[in-house]
């Protein structure tokens, strides 16, 4: 989570959220397993981490053999990154709003984790992203559940218009330090059109299962859920044509 256009809003809980998200029930045990699920076999692909913040995604796929290059708007993140990957590592600050450093289909895959649900405008960045993929390339993309950003507020007595792409102020406190961040809400249908419109083809929408692991490790957060999924998170796979 870390794309924000105009500041860098992450730069001030960077190290505390980084040190969250190596073992909260919803980055480690539920959207980096299901997105290195979706992702499969990335030996050899050229893959394009967009909004890799301290980088524990971009540390797996190198892991499983793909060339990974990584970008963030946020200074701080990059560099927590910075020190989990090393100075080799393809690092890079850039604004998912504006053009990319990039050459036209220089990358098999770009992963976009939990960062698209910062943007008002999903437009423009989904086409520099189209842009950066070769042909038939994949697109993999992590947002909020619109369906469970709804049902929360409505618990918290507020009447959201889930039709409407809408703006949500959130603020977090970190390792002491304390930012607030800015969500864009929008209805399952916007996003889809969102993709199709800057040249993508939808091939998997899932609502996966968190890790095995996670019931026993997070026994109060799971009490209430009795399957092996819960409303959290929404993941695509989407084709560039």
């Known amino acids: 989570m870390t794309t924000m256009p105009g500041s860098n809003a992450y730069d001030a809980i960077a190290e505390g959220y980084a040190a ?17 699920e979706l992702a499969g076999d990335v030996t050899g692909r050229r893959v394009l981490d ?13 892991a499983r053999g ?11 993140m990059l ?10 590592a393809d690092l890079r600050v850039a604004d998912l709003t504006e053009p990319l450093p990039f050459p ?22 989904l086409a520099e992203l189209r842009r950066v993929l070769r042909p038939g390339g994949r697109l993999l993309v992590s947002v909020e559940h619109p369906l469970a950003i709804t ?4 618990k918290a007595g507020e009447r959201p218009a889930y039709f409407g792409t809408r703006n949500r ?10 930012s607030r ?25 899932s609502e996966p299962p968190y890790a095995p692991e996670a019931r026993e490790l997070f026994p109060e957060e799971l009490r209430e859920i009795s399957g092996p999924r819960f409303l959290g998170l929404l993941f695509f796979v989407l084709e560039a044509g």
Do not use: K
Request: net charge negative; hydrophobic share 40%; proline share 4%.
């Open 20 to 36: 969250e998200n190596e073992t909260s029930l919803m980055n480690a045990y539920y959207e980096r397993p299901a997105m290195l």
């Open 50 to 62: 967009a909004g890799c913040g301290s980088g524990p995604l971009f540390a797996e796929l190198r």
């Open 66 to 76: 793909a060339v990974v290059t990584g970008v963030d708007a946020s200074a701080g």
């Open 79 to 88: 560099e927590q990154a910075r020190r989990r990957l090393g100075d080799d």
């Open 104 to 125: 036209d289909e220089a990358f098999d895959d770009v992963v976009a984790s939990l960062v698209l649900h910062y943007l008002e405008d999903w437009g423009p960045a």
């Open 151 to 154: 049902l929360m507020q409505h």
């Open 169 to 178: 102020v959130e603020e977090w406190t970190m390792g002491g330090q304390t």
């Open 181 to 205: 961040l800015s969500f864009w809400d929008r209805p399952l249908h916007a996003m889809t059109e969102a993709f199709t419109t800057t040249g993508f083809r939808i091939g998997v929408i």
